[in-house]
């Protein structure tokens, strides 16, 4: 089957800025319609012209993501592709001793709970889509650690496996394949503001752009990867595969 064929009604929240701008404009420049949740609104996208449509509201507020989803499906005449993208990064650089309770709990209620409540009231509607599919943008950080970050890892540890739960049900109750995007630090304003840097040129490391993670969602949620269901991918370059060991030193890896 050609993947063009399918219709492309798609969601994307936190899509405003950085990744989930990046992965609008991806599903708009393949032809798709796209729906944008998002705090704030953005004008990147007016060239779209009428195949965007946006809705301002918080993803940790049920009530407020529930009506945009509804409005949104009712714009497009439904939605069958979701992408959860809208997430926080908290208070970076803070120890545990030093984090605060409302501060943890604020990341957890975007980053995990904006993502319940995002596939929980977009399932109605993609149930009654053949070939729907949920992608939800995940980071290494759910399976490595650095200091200072605790509550955004455990958030993103979280959706590992709220990735893996969600694959099961939605894939064998209604054929919804649900996969994560996992990238490594990606060139965006808040990941540039949390690491208190102008630009991320001549870093030391190897630094994702938006549109590489654009362009992995675009797949995971295309017909050609049906097969692939419950994967949380991970975008780093191949540094969490690295050993300790330390001979590794030696071979200048």
């Known amino acids: 089957m050609d993947d063009t064929k399918i219709s492309r009604r798609v969601v994307v929240t936190g899509g405003a800025s950085g990744i989930g701008l990046a992965v609008a404009k991806a599903y708009l420049d393949s032809g798709a319609q796209v729906g944008v949740v998002d705090?704030?609104?953005?004008?990147?996208?007016?060239?779209?012209?009428?195949?965007?449509?946006?809705?301002?509201?918080?993803?940790?507020?049920?009530?407020?993501?529930?009506?945009?989803?509804?409005?949104?499906?009712?714009?497009?005449?439904?939605?069958?592709?979701?992408?959860?993208?809208?997430?926080?990064?908290?208070?970076?650089?803070?120890?545990?001793?030093e984090a605060t309770s409302a501060g943890?709990?604020?990341?957890?209620?975007?980053?995990?709970?904006?993502?319940?409540?995002?596939?929980?009231?977009?399932?109605?509607?993609?149930?009654?889509?053949?070939?729907?599919?949920?992608?939800?943008?995940?980071?290494?950080?759910?399976f490595v650690s650095a200091p200072g970050m605790l509550a955004y890892e455990a958030s993103?540890?979280?959706?590992?496996?709220?990735?893996?739960?969600?694959?099961?049900?939605?894939?064998?109750?209604?054929?919804?394949?649900?996969n994560s995007v996992c990238p490594s630090i990606v060139d965006t304003p808040m990941a540039r503001k949390g690491l208190g840097v102008e630009s991320f040129e001549g870093a030391p490391y190897p630094v994702n752009r938006p549109e590489d993670v654009a362009r992995s969602v675009l797949f995971l949620s295309s017909?050609?990867?049906?097969?692939?269901?419950?994967?949380?991918?991970?975008?780093?370059?191949?540094?969490?595969?690295?050993?300790?060991?330390?001979?590794l030193e030696d071979l200048s890896l």
């Not at 990147?44 to 499906?73: C, F, M, P, Q, W």
């Open 223 to 247: 017909f050609q990867s049906r097969g692939i269901n419950g994967v949380n991918l991970l975008s780093d370059f191949g540094f969490s595969a690295r050993s300790s060991f330390v001979a």
């Open 39 to 97: 705090l704030t609104s953005t004008d990147e996208l007016s060239v779209y012209g009428n195949r965007v449509h946006t809705r301002i509201a918080d993803v940790s507020v049920e009530t407020k993501i529930a009506t945009a989803i509804d409005e949104l499906s009712q714009a497009m005449e439904g939605v069958d592709t979701l992408v959860a993208c809208a997430g926080i990064d908290g208070e970076l650089g803070a120890s545990v001793a």
């Open 156 to 178: 993103k540890g979280a959706l590992v496996q709220v990735t893996k739960a969600l694959s099961l049900e939605l894939y064998v109750q209604h054929g919804i394949r649900v």
């Open 104 to 142: 943890f709990r604020r990341v957890l209620e975007v980053n995990v709970l904006g993502v319940f409540h995002t596939v929980k009231h977009a399932l109605p509607h993609l149930i009654k889509e053949e070939h729907a599919s949920v992608t939800i943008i995940g980071s290494d950080s759910g």
